[in-house]
T-cell receptor, first 112, second 115 residues
Framework: QQPVQSPQAVILREGEDAVINCSSSKALYSVHWYRQKHGEAPVFLMILLKGGEQKGHEKISASFNEKKQQSSLYLTASQLSYSGTYFCGTERKETSGSRLTFGEGTQLTVNP | EPEVTQTPSHQVTQMGQEVILRCVPISNHLYFYWYRQILGQKVEFLVSFYNNEISEKSEIFDDQFSVERPDGSNFTLKIRSTKLEDSAMYFC?????????????FGPGTRLTVT
């Protein structure tokens, strides 16, 4: 069952912040975040594991609330290079084929 | 920095033909995957491969699909008799091991066009 991402699209001006949400109706073990630019491969951003952890990566950070079965990606002081489609990939089992089920994506556009 | 490579970058084939998509995972990685992405849609899992056998496969991965690791470096996806709906970008990915804590690195993809 695929996770649900919101919003579907967001347009920002450079320097503005954004939050992208990813939620599941089933219990999750991990959430993986990727960014994909048009015509390119998804690029790994970060993994969040069960346990309510938060992670940071420059001005991009994320949280994982296992009780609510959701994760949020925070982009602060956005840069033009942040433009792209953000996907969350979720995994429900701790040991498995590491199959990631991706959401539909959130298209982020950062304008000057 | 090590990366996953894929060949060809673009493959055009006629319906009913067999295609083989090739991938070279990152050298010390043990776990391999194929995903596909139909234009404008989300990335979909096809299959994972570990220790020379399929670890998990999706509903999409039917009898027309097969994977192989013919030697120590290549990982291939074969589609026996292509259909129009197989047109998509196919991504190979690899991770150092299995388990949720290991990130999956994606290759640049092969765009498959079935006419």
């Amino acid at each position: 069952q695929q996770p649900v991402q919101s919003p579907q699209a967001v347009i920002l001006r450079e320097g503005e912040d954004a939050v992208i949400n990813c939620s599941s109706s089933k219990a999750l073990y991990s959430v993986h975040w990727y960014r994909q630019k048009h015509g390119e491969a998804p690029v790994f951003l970060m993994i969040l594991l069960k346990g309510g952890e938060q992670k940071g990566h420059e001005k991009i950070s994320a949280s994982f609330n296992e009780k609510k079965q959701q994760s949020s990606l925070y982009l602060t002081a956005s840069q033009l290079s942040y433009s792209g489609t953000y996907f969350c990939g979720t995994e429900r089992k701790e040991t498995s084929g590491s199959r990631l089920t991706f959401g539909e994506g959130t298209q982020l556009t950062v304008n000057p | 920095e090590p990366e996953v490579t894929q060949t060809p970058s673009h493959q055009v084939t006629q319906m009913g033909q067999e295609v083989i998509l090739r991938c070279v995972p990152i050298s010390n990685h043990l776990y391999f995957y194929w995903y596909r992405q139909i234009l404008g849609q989300k990335v979909e899992f096809l299959v994972s491969f570990y220790n020379n056998e399929i670890s998990e496969k999706s509903e999409i991965f039917d009898d027309q699909f097969s994977v192989e690791r013919p030697d120590g470096s290549n990982f291939t996806l074969k589609i026996r008799s292509t259909k129009l709906e197989d047109s998509a970008m196919y991504f190979c990915a690899s991770s150092v091991d299995r388990g949720s804590r290991y990130e999956q690195y994606f290759g640049p993809g092969t765009r498959l066009t079935v006419t």
